[in-house]
């Protein structure tokens, strides 16, 4: 456990201690924003279809609801919470 909180925290202190070392050619930040777009787009699509299970219409919507926030560059915790209110309000009223 020590072992993957040290390599956690190696990888996150990377960022900011080679930013001003590293730099990337533009094309490659362009692709790289791209690729960002591409990943959120499967996320969103594997979560709201599930493979073999009975999905309803609250977890769609749900997903749906923290897509849009997170395109919008909503805070991390307003498209978690977004996302699980309008998920858990439609199955409150039925729609499961």
């Given at each position: ?47 709201t ?6 999905i ?41």
């Amino acid at each position: 456990m020590l072992a993957l909180a040290a390599g956690t925290y190696a990888l996150r202190a990377a960022g900011p201690l080679l930013r001003e070392r590293v730099r990337f050619p533009a094309w490659v930040t362009e692709l790289l924003e791209i690729a960002a777009v591409v990943l959120l787009a499967a996320m969103m699509a594997t979560q709201t279809f599930p493979l073999g299970e009975r999905i309803g219409l609250a977890l769609p919507c749900g997903v749906a609801v923290a897509g849009v926030l997170a395109w919008r560059r909503a805070p991390l915790l307003v498209v978690v919470l977004a996302a699980a209110g309008v998920t858990a309000g439609l199955r409150l009223f039925g729609v499961a």
